[in-house]
């Protein structure tokens, strides 16, 4: 009778470890890539969150940010990247971009960013699109100012509205 050692492993213990040893090494590749992929994709996600989007959709006022993102159709023109700072030193309760004197000067609410409800900002009836930020339809044609815009339509009267490059321009002016 052959004498087993019970020191020496036999060749099927030996075939028996190799193979959980790569079926070891297999979970932990995989579970390896699996992490690293959720990692990245994790970074992806994150890199483009609310935090770094929201210094491209808003502007510095009085070293206050103004959430210009208003998600509206795409024939209104984006004011993303744009730079608008308010000359005077004082504060803008709403957040809209005009300060609370402006406000207080123009008759407008200082609490509330669209003082008419049409859709547009008080600045930006003021200063952009050059209409009444106290009378939704500035011009009288049954459709609000914020309607017209999003449509590609000038609220002020008849015909298309201005181009995003007029429309620049007229904010640099209007800083000057």
């Known amino acids: 009778m052959d004498q087993i050692n019970s020191n020496e492993p036999s060749e099927e213990d030996i075939a028996q470890s190799s193979f959980t040893g790569r079926k070891k090494l297999l979970i932990i590749i995989v579970t390896l890539i699996i992490v690293l992929g959720l990692s990245a994709g994790l970074y992806l996600y994150f890199s483009g969150s609310e935090a770094e989007n929201l210094n491209e959709n808003t502007t510095a006022v009085n070293d206050k940010e103004v959430n210009l ?10 004011l993303t990247n744009q730079t608008i ?20 000067e123009l008759g407008t609410d200082i609490k509330k960013a669209d ?9 930006e009836e003021v200063y952009i699109y050059k209409t009444d930020p106290k009378n939704k339809d500035t011009d009288g044609d049954g459709f609000s100012d914020g309607e017209e815009v999003d449509k590609n339509y000038n609220p002020n009267g008849e015909g298309q509205l201005f181009n995003t490059n007029s429309a620049i321009e007229n904010i640099n002016n209007n800083q000057s």
């Open 69 to 78: 993102n208003t998600n509206r159709p795409s024939f209104r023109p984006s």
């Open 85 to 104: 700072i308010i000359k005077e030193e004082t504060d803008d309760d709403d957040r809209d971009g005009l300060s609370n004197d402006k406000e207080k």
């Open 115 to 123: 003082t008419d409800s049409d859709g547009l900002s008080d600045y």
